[in-house]
């Protein structure tokens, strides 16, 4: 049986528009020479490329009123997605590929229950992933869901966010390997220049790397004209990265 490769993403709210969908399926065409489908999970699909199949983001059934801490990620590991079968590579739709991506695709597989993630940049002692750019076999964690909405009361308390939860229940109940370092780059950490050299050195392009992730308050199109960040920590500008954001 021929293993099928999705790339899947997720956009809801308004926060982001049907462009940065857009721009990840191109990024994704130019960077990927394996055959693959994308998939967008979002609440409106209105303005996205007729390429990426589009499909409602399953119901997660939480209290209203809660802090955004990515929960609706998590509905990715539905025992069931749209029928899909195959090996799903999610990718945040405010990410930058600057080089080949089959690796993520190519990288052998221990067992069938495992994710790869990202290694968190800040901490990694803690082995908490970020869930940036992770993959996993779809429906090959039946249970996750489950355990996640009879303990919610709980997770919330003891997890921040949806890739802390992620991290632990599958280090706990299956198996959690962490992607080659030098792959995905956290612009944040190890683009930007440290202060105080941010306030006069630009960022440059990385010598490696094959994905640059953004996380806190820059995205791709601050990081490109400048700003977007904390006072202390100066963003000037790196027109290089419209070669690749497009």
């Not at 990024?27 to 699909?45: A, E, G, K, W, Y």
């Amino acid at each position: 049986m021929t293993q099928h490769n999705y790339i899947l993403c997720m956009k809801w709210g308004d926060k982001y528009g049907a462009e940065y969908v857009n721009r990840l399926y191109r990024m994704v065409q130019r960077n990927l020479s394996l055959p693959f489908t994308m998939i967008c999970l979002t609440d409106n699909s209105e303005g996205i490329d007729p390429a990426v199949q589009c499909y409602p983001i399953p119901e997660l059934t939480l209290p209203n009123g809660l802090p955004e801490r990515g929960w609706k990620k998590l509905t990715t590991f539905s025992r069931d997605l749209y029928g899909l079968h195959g090996t799903a590579l999610f990718l945040d739709i405010d990410i930058v590929i600057i080089d080949n991506i089959d690796g993520f695709f190519t990288q052998p597989a221990n067992r069938d229950d495992e994710v790869w993630i990202i290694r968190d940049w800040k901490k990694p002692w803690r082995m908490v992933g970020n869930s940036s750019v992770y993959r996993f076999q779809i429906g090959a964690f039946p249970q996750l869901l489950d355990y996640f909405r009879n303990h919610f009361d709980e997770i919330r308390t003891r997890f921040r966010h949806e890739q802390a939860f992620l991290s632990w229940y599958v280090r706990e109940f299956h198996q959690l390997s962490y992607w080659q370092a030098d792959w995905c780059l956290s612009y944040k950490y190890q683009v930007l220049k440290k202060p105080p050299f941010s306030w006069w050195q630009a960022p440059q392009k990385p010598t490696h790397g094959k994905i640059i992730v953004f996380h806190g308050e820059v995205n791709p199109p601050d990081a490109i004209a400048g700003g977007g960040g904390k006072w202390y920590r100066k963003v000037l500008p790196a027109p290089w990265l419209k070669d690749y954001w497009q």
